[in-house]
């Protein structure tokens, strides 16, 4: 069976990167195109595709209505993603997320909407199946050193600090580690902000810089010795075999599924 395919902040990077690949796959078939910023133009023009004859809309629950997608893959802004995966799972169209700082008041919120409206979601904060690694490697790592600090880097236009890939890596090592105790030192931070955001008791540090793409180093402490484990996007295309994946798989799941891992056979 062929999957229809919507694709929301399709004139984004990551969106026209999903819209070559979801072209390029032979078991789906891309029925609509939607941003903020469509304006009925042509979606081959703006990602070099020639002719697809997909006008690029405005309008998310009304192109859905018109194009009747099995899934709306969402790449657009943290601002507007709740609103987007109600409009799709109101519809019945089942939203693949990428857009990150869904937080788990959110997620808690999707559950909700996914079982009134019948709809299986997939929400994943990195679709980079080497981030996938690098997450369980660290959950792994810290049951045995459970000091542990996190330094993600992204390019200078990614909205939302920390990255969702930082927070759910925190939020793994958080349930694998024994608790340890509050440091003897009393910190003094003279610059607010220095020792980053604490999530559980780990820090996390976010650097922004133009040139970067989506990295993150995971650093282990123990006695006399450091692990460092670290994965680098160095191209939107390392997200796409996993968004592939994650539009096929939400077709057989029900509910809402958090995280790539949960489709991938590790
Ligand atoms: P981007 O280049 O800014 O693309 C987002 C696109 O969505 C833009 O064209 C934007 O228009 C449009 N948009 C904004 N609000 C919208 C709305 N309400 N409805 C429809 N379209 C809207 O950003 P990006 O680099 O592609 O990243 C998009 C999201 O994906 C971010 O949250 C990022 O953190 C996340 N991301 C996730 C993964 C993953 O593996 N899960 C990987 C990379 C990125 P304007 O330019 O006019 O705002």
Same mark, same amino acid.
């Given at each position: 069976m062929t999957i229809k395919v919507a694709v929301n902040g399709a004139l984004g990077n990551m969106g026209k990167t999903v819209v070559r690949a979801v072209s390029g796959?032979? &078991?789906?078939?891309?029925v609509a195109a939607i941003d903020?910023? =469509? &304006?009925?133009?042509?979606?081959g023009t703006h990602v070099g595709l =020639?002719?697809?004859?997909?006008p690029v809309q405005n309008d998310l629950a009304a192109a859905l209505k018109q194009s009747q997608p099995d899934v709306l893959v969402d790449f657009t802004t943290p601002f507007a993603v709740m609103q987007n995966i109600e409009t799709a799972l109101k519809l019945k169209v089942r939203p693949v997320v990428g857009t990150t700082g869904i937080t788990e008041a959110d997620l808690e919120t999707i559950r909700q909407w996914s079982q009134q409206y019948g709809t299986s979601v997939l929400i994943a904060p990195n679709f980079a199946i080497g981030a996938v690694l690098m997450m369980l490697f660290a959950a792994r790592a810290a049951q045995y050193l459970p000091h542990v600090e996190i330094i993600e880097l992204h390019h200078d236009?990614?909205?939302?600090?920390?990255s969702g890939t930082a927070l759910k890596t925190a939020e793994m090592i958080a349930k694998s580690r024994a608790k340890i105790g509050k440091s003897q030192v009393e910190e003094?931070?003279?610059?607010?902000?220095?020792r980053g955001g604490n999530l559980e008791n780990i820090h996390i540090h976010s650097v922004r810089l133009p040139g970067l793409v989506a990295h993150q180093e995971v650093i282990f402490g123990g006695i006399g010795q450091t692990l460092t484990i670290r994965h680098d996007s160095?191209?939107?295309?390392?997200f796409m075999p996993g968004v592939l994946l994650g539009i096929k798989a939400i077709m057989q799941r029900e509910g809402v599924i958090y995280g790539l891992e949960n489709i991938l056979n590790l």
């Open positions: 796959d032979p &078991d789906l078939k891309l903020i910023k =469509g &304006d009925g133009s042509e979606l =020639g002719e697809l004859q997909i236009q990614k909205i939302d600090a920390p003094l931070e003279k610059l607010p902000g220095a160095i191209d939107r295309t390392s």
